[in-house]
């Protein structure tokens, strides 16, 4: 049993009621004390700073329960009960307050990250600037939240004895545990330290176009640990951060979010090839998926029986290339069809386009009407 507080102020009172009472009194003074803070600081806090007012908002009640907590842990030793439960108790209240405070901590650090990012326009046709600070912020905070995370569980942990004790012995035997863990934690650091270079160094960002694994699609996500690619179907490709350091793949959209697509077409021999590129020119010039930039018609190829027809166009981006070349199929077919009915070679209509690419970005290539 606690003496002391209890001898003075409390000798007539049961130990029960004695604890009751002081914890009872500590919850009470940090109610008025947390409505006195919060009248205060809503009375002269500047509404200017949208980040932090926003955070004090979001933390009240956060606020309150920390505030609880600390008068808990400081009553705590003077309660008249069990030293080793008030002693447990009190550990408990300490490693519950450093949580809260990782808490906010996090909850800062997102709500910066979302603050600078509102500053940027990821629908615009020219978003290269803003595709590589999401892409930054993105990894920068996954990894600041782990960090966060992790220093917090373990200085909320380092409150309880026996798990400092243990911590203490893990240094002492550090040879051993030290090989242990740094093998156990390879792939967690690997991943750390692969995000920091890609949020750095930037071969791929959000939005970006890419073929990985022969697989073609946009990068939607960045994880902690991977990133999410969303495919040409809509299907999902994970893959591990580390992937985009050690194994090549494409990136269509590396220096500029411009693209330019190819659409092939087969035509026989007897084909007027320069009536063929006005009828394909005339159709791109009237599609407002067109950037306005580049759009030729070659000859590629020749077969046994046809000739190969290359037409280049540009566009703003990946998918309204992929839109603009298959209009590009339809309407050009069609009109061939009508206007120039033997140009086709003697297969099904869906068989006239027989494949598509994607090229080098815009702005390698000279614009050619």
């Known amino acids: 049993m606690s003496v002391g507080l209890n001898d003075y102020y409390f000798d007539w009172a049961p130990n029960w009621l004695a604890a009751i009472t002081l914890i009872a009194a500590a919850i009470g003074v940090a109610l008025i004390l947390h409505a006195v803070l919060l009248h205060l600081a ?26 609880i907590l600390l008068a808990l842990s400081t009553v705590m030793p003077a309660v008249p009960l069990n030293p080793e439960a008030t002693h447990m108790a009190h550990s408990v209240f300490i490693a519950a307050i450093v949580l809260l405070i990782g808490w906010v901590v996090l909850l800062a650090a997102n709500m910066t990250a979302d603050y600078y990012l509102g500053h940027f326009q990821r629908d615009t046709a020219d978003n290269l600037l803003a595709r590589k600070a999401v892409t930054q912020v993105s990894v920068l905070k996954r990894i600041v939240d782990v960090i966060i995370v992790m220093v917090a569980v373990g200085f909320a942990l380092m409150s309880f004895d026996t798990v400092r004790q243990v911590g203490m012995s893990l240094f002492a035997s550090a040879g051993v545990a030290g090989l242990v863990a740094g ?39 960045f ?33 500029s979010g411009q693209i330019l697509g190819s ?11 320069d009536r063929v590129r006005e009828i394909a020119v005339a159709i791109v010039k009237q599609s407002k998926l067109w950037d ?35 209009e590009i199929r339809e309407k050009l ?17 869906g068989n006239a386009a027989v494949s598509d690419a994607e090229v080098a970005p815009a702005q390698q290539v000279s614009v050619a009407h």
């Open 333 to 349: 077919i069609a009109k061939l069809q009508r206007e120039i009915p033997g140009v086709l070679p003697g297969k099904p209509i």
């Open 292 to 326: 306005g930039k580049v759009v030729s018609l070659q000859v590629t190829d020749v077969k046994e029986n046809t000739i190969e027809l290359r037409i280049l166009v540009s566009a703003a981006n990946a998918g309204k290339s992929s839109d603009l070349r298959a």
């Open 263 to 273: 659409v092939f077409l087969y035509v026989n021999y007897g084909a007027p090839i």
């Open 183 to 221: 093998v156990a934690a390879r792939p967690i650091f690997a991943n750390i330290f692969a995000g920091l270079q890609l949020a750095l160094e930037q071969p791929i960002r959000i939005d970006d176009a890419v073929m990985v694994e022969n697989e073609f699609g946009w990068i939607e996500e």
């Open 223 to 255: 994880g902690s640990s991977y990133v999410v690619i969303r495919l040409s179907d809509w299907r999902r490709m994970v893959v591990p951060l580390a992937y985009f350091l050690e194994k090549p793949f494409q990136n269509w959209t590396r220096t």
């Open 42 to 67: 809503a009375r002269f806090w500047s509404s200017r700073h949208v980040v932090a007012n926003s955070l004090f908002q979001r933390t009240r009640g956060l606020a309150r329960y920390a505030l």
